[in-house]
Each structure stands twice: as C-alpha cells, then as structure tokens.
C-alpha cells in the first residue's frame, strides 16, 4: 500500500478523535486548542507529501547555468 498525501492526511486527522473526545469530557478549550492543532499538523503532512508544481528547480544536467557569464 503506497503512502499518498491523502492518506497520510487522513490518517493524521485520526487524531481529532481522542481531542474531540478529551474536549467533550475533560475541558473544552484544551480540546479546541488540541483540534486545532491536530488540524495544522494534518495539513502540514499533506503539504510536505504533495508533488509540487515546478519540483525542486534542479536541471537535469546537474550544471548551473552560467551563460550570462560567458559573454565577451
């Protein structure tokens, strides 16, 4: 089973769970702010696992480009 950035944020948002629980039994504030959390880290993993759009800038040919250099 392959680890896609949909699973994993849905995995991490599993967390909500045990905060909504805590909140409802024990004090809500510290639930609101353990949910909102969980929420940040939850979006965080999906983020950092998601291709991005221009990937990470490096050429293929591992040189830097260097051609404003070379002119006479």
């Not at 991490?12 to 045990?18: M, N, Q, T």
């Not at 880290?41 to 990937?55: A, C, F, H, K, R």
């Amino acid at each position: 089973m392959e680890l896609t950035p949909r699973r994993a944020g849905t995995v991490a948002l599993v967390a909500l769970l045990p905060a909504i629980v805590f909140g409802v039994t024990k004090n809500p504030l510290a639930g609101v702010v353990t949910a909102v959390n969980v929420l940040i880290i939850s979006t965080v993993i999906y983020l950092l696992m998601s291709p991005t759009e221009g990937g990470h800038g490096h050429e293929s040919n591992h040189e830097p480009d260097h051609e404003h250099e070379h002119t006479a």
